[in-house]
C-alpha cells in the first residue's frame, strides 16, 4: 500500500482490489509513523504524516466496509449497545480502540452526510523522556511543583498530552506521591515506580468526566491530571484542587498563553467568578502553550513553546483583571517565560527549522523578521 500526496484526491488504484481491513490501516499508519487515520464513506483513507495529509493508494471505501468497520470498533468496547446507541441518538461518539499489543488509538466515529466516517489518532504508549521531546529546560521543572496548577494550551494535535505525560512520568520517577489522572481515554499508561498512579477513563472507569473529577477528590491525591478542562464543573474542580494543596495540570484549547487564561476565565461559575478568579492569580504556576514545527531537514516535529510563569506581576494582572496586560510578560526570558517568537529564533537560529516554518507559526511576522535579522525587540529579543 503507497502513500499519494492529496494535492487533489487521486482516483482509486485498479490494483488495490483485494477487500482492505481496519488492522490493514493501522498497520499502514504504525509502519510509517502516521499520527492519525481518515476513513470515510465514498472517500479514499487518508493519512496525516508528520501535520500532513496523504491520501492511501486504494479505492474508496464503501458503506458496507464502514458499517463493518464501525461494528469491529464499537464491538471491542466495554459497553457495546451504549456506545451504539450514543452514535444512532447524537451522532457521534468518542471510543479507544486496542490494536493487537501494538498501540492504542483514540477514535471518533460520527456521521458525514449521513453515512460513517471515523478519525483515529494513534497514542504512542511509551512514556517519553524529556530529551527525547526537545521541550525547553524550564518545562522539565516545572515536575519539582508541589502544589498549584499548570496549564497546558494549545491546538488540537499539538502535543499537549505528551508533553504532560513526560511531566507526570518524571515526577513518578523522581518522589513518592499519590497521583491521579481522568482522561478521556488514557493515553500513556503510566506504571508505579515512586509513586503510586490510579488512571480513571472516562467511559469506562467511570460514567461521566464530572463524576470521575467529583469521586477523584476522595481518593487522597497529592498530583492530579485533569485530560482537559471542558467546562465549568471541571475548573471549578481544578481551582478548589489547587486552592487545597494538591499539584493539577491540565490542558485547555487556546492559541497562545494570554489567551489561555481568558479561556478559564470564560469558563468560571457565574456566581463564582471573583472567588475563581483569585484562586487562578494564586495559584497558578505556569502556562505552556504549543505549537508544532516542520523541521528543517523534514523528518518530524519539534514543539514551540509559549511559556508564562506566574510571577507577582502576572499574578496581580489575573486577579485585577487586567488580561491585556499579560502580554508582555511572556517576553521576559529572565523569569523562565518565553514568546513563541523568541523560541521560533531560537529553533531557527540552531538550525532546526527553516525560515518559512518560523514565519508560518509566528505571532507577529514582523518583529520576528527583525530579529531572524539581529534586531532584536522586546518582544523577541534573545538574551
Same mark, same amino acid.
Given at each position: 500500500m503507497s502513500i499519494e500526496t492529496p494535492a487533489s484526491a487521486p482516483a482509486a488504484s485498479p490494483a488495490a482490489e483485494r477487500k482492505l481491513t481496519l488492522h490493514d490501516f493501522l498497520r499502514t499508519a504504525i509502519k510509517i509513523n502516521a499520527s492519525d487515520i481518515h476513513l470515510q464513506a465514498g472517500s479514499i483513507p487518508m493519512l496525516r504524516v508528520d501535520g500532513r495529509p496523504k491520501f492511501l493508494d486504494c479505492p474508496a471505501l464503501s458503506?458496507?466496509?464502514?458499517? =463493518?468497520i464501525v461494528k469491529q470498533i464499537i464491538d471491542r468496547q466495554?459497553?457495546?449497545?451504549?456506545?451504539?446507541?450514543?452514535?444512532?441518538?447524537? *451522532? =457521534?461518539v468518542d471510543l479507544a480502540y486496542q490494536f493487537e499489543n501494538v498501540a492504542r488509538f483514540r477514535t471518533n466515529i460520527f456521521h458525514s452526510r449521513e453515512r460513517y466516517a471515523i478519525v483515529m489518532r494513534k497514542i504512542v504508549t511509551k512514556i517519553p523522556n524529556f530529551g527525547d521531546l526537545s521541550l525547553p529546560p524550564q518545562i522539565e521543572k516545572f515536575a519539582e511543583f508541589h502544589r498549584g496548577i499548570v496549564i497546558v494550551s494549545g491546538t488540537t494535535g499539538s502535543g499537549k498530552s505528551t508533553t504532560l505525560a513526560a511531566i507526570i512520568g518524571n515526577i513518578n520517577k523522581n518522589r513518592a506521591e499519590r497521583i491521579i489522572t481522568v482522561e478521556d481515554p488514557i493515553e500513556y499508561q503510566h506504571e508505579n515506580a515512586m509513586s503510586l498512579i490510579s488512571q480513571v477513563e472516562v467511559g469506562a472507569d467511570s460514567e461521566s468526566f464530572e463524576y470521575a473529577l467529583r469521586a477523584m477528590m476522595r481518593q487522597d491525591p497529592d498530583v492530579i491530571l485533569i485530560g482537559e478542562i471542558r467546562d465549568s464543573a471541571s475548573m471549578t474542580i481544578a481551582l478548589r484542587a489547587a486552592d487545597t494543596g494538591h499539584l493539577v495540570f491540565t490542558t485547555v484549547h487556546a492559541t497562545n498563553a494570554p489567551m489561555t487564561i481568558e479561556r478559564c476565565v470564560s469558563l468560571f461559575d457565574e456566581n463564582?467568578?471573583?472567588?475563581?478568579?483569585?484562586?487562578? *492569580?494564586?495559584?497558578l504556576n505556569a502556562i505552556v502553550c504549543q505549537r508544532l514545527a516542520k523541521k528543517r531537514d523534514g523528518k518530524g516535529r519539534v514543539p514551540v513553546d509559549e511559556i508564562m510563569m506566574a510571577t507577582p506581576l502576572v499574578r496581580k494582572h489575573i486577579m485585577e483583571g487586567e488580561f491585556e496586560k499579560l502580554k508582555s510578560a511572556v517576553g521576559n526570558r529572565e523569569s523562565g517565560s518565553q514568546s513563541f517568537d523568541q523560541h521560533l529564533t531560537e529553533l531557527f537560529n540552531k538550525q532546526i527549522i527553516d525560515v518559512g516554518e518560523a514565519k508560518r507559526l509566528a505571532t507577529n511576522v514582523d518583529a520576528l523578521n527583525l530579529a531572524l535579522r *539581529?534586531?532584536?525587540n522586546s518582544d523577541t529579543k534573545l538574551r
Open positions: 458503506d458496507d466496509t464502514m458499517k =463493518a466495554q459497553e457495546p449497545t451504549e456506545k451504539q446507541h450514543l452514535l444512532d441518538h447524537k *451522532g =457521534a463564582q467568578k471573583e472567588l475563581q478568579q483569585t484562586q487562578l *492569580g494564586l495559584n *539581529g534586531i532584536s
